[in-house]
């Protein structure tokens, strides 16, 4: 198997395709939420709830981001479900999503078959202040196991809890894109040599993580411009292509 592959299209169609089992699932999958209320979530684009007025930055929009609550809950449930499926007994879940879809993830989480074994805040360290409240400069990454978790050999122990901004400047080439440092922190998960999967890719990040840790990547993704950035990025990472996927 080659160190990368990088597959574009609807990730329900293509999750049962794959031939290699996962060691580790994270994905950052579109939060369906941006909003107070739902006709807010359903209302805007990505681009819309996720860009802010005064970035000067043209990224591509990208869709499945306008659920409501119910629809966002079995939707979710579905790809995790169907996540379990290509990944190996043991294997970790780690799902991305905000304070808003927090409960919907953990429902969708263990109705997908994983269990839930915790939540890993993420301070993004610059967010938009809240006037007369608190901020909300967490996100959270759900962690979820594939029956019990594999034993590693030698032990590990990871962090309780992550600190990075998202990228600027010209390093940033996703509307949503996590920083690789956190990414690094969270691919240790798998076994080295292991294959992290992430069913909604973006550009790349949790790829070049993988690689940078001495994982395999396996990824997804629907859009075909945030693709062509991803196979960028990862051709970067190590250099050499892939096999055609
Ligand atoms: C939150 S972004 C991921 C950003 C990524 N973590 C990064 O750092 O670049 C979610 C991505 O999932 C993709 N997506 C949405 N629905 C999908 C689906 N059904 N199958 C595959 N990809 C999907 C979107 O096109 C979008 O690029």
């Not at 962690?143 to 998202?166: D, K, N, V």
């Not at 690094?184 to 292991?194: D, H, W, Y």
């Not at 693709?227 to 990025?233: G, K, S, T, W």
């Amino acid at each position: 198997m080659p160190s990368w592959t990088l597959h574009q299209g609807d990730a329900l169609t293509l999750l049962p395709t794959l031939d290699t089992l996962a060691d580790a699932v994270i994905v950052d999958p579109p939060y369906n939420s941006g909003g107070l209320q739902a006709a807010q979530r359903r209302g805007q684009s990505a681009r819309g709830k996720y860009v802010s007025g005064d970035a000067n930055h043209l990224l591509p929009d990208f869709g499945g981001d306008r659920r409501d609550q119910r629809g966002y809950t079995y939707w979710l449930s579905s790809m995790l479900a169907a996540s379990l499926a290509a990944a190996r007994p043991g294997a970790s879940a780690l799902v991305f999503t905000d304070w808003a879809q927090l409960p919907a993830t953990s429902d969708a989480l263990q109705a997908g078959g994983w269990v839930w074994r915790g939540i890993i805040p993420w301070r993004k360290t610059i967010a938009r202040p809240t006037r007369d409240g608190f901020k909300r400069e967490c996100e959270y990454v759900l962690w979820g196991s594939h029956g019990e978790p594999t034993r590693h050999a030698p032990s590990i122990y990871l962090p309780g809890w992550l600190e990075g901004s998202q990228p600027r400047g010209k390093g940033r080439v996703h509307i949503t894109q996590k920083p690789v440092a956190v990414m690094r922190q969270l691919v240790r998960i798998a076994p080295e040599g292991g294959t992290v999967l992430d069913w909604c890719a973006g550009s790349g990040t949790t790829g070049v993580a993988a690689l940078a840790e001495g994982r395999r990547f396996v990824g997804i993704e629907a859009s075909g411009e945030y693709a062509a950035a991803a196979r960028q990025r990862l051709m970067a990472a190590v250099d050499k292509e892939p096999a055609a996927a």
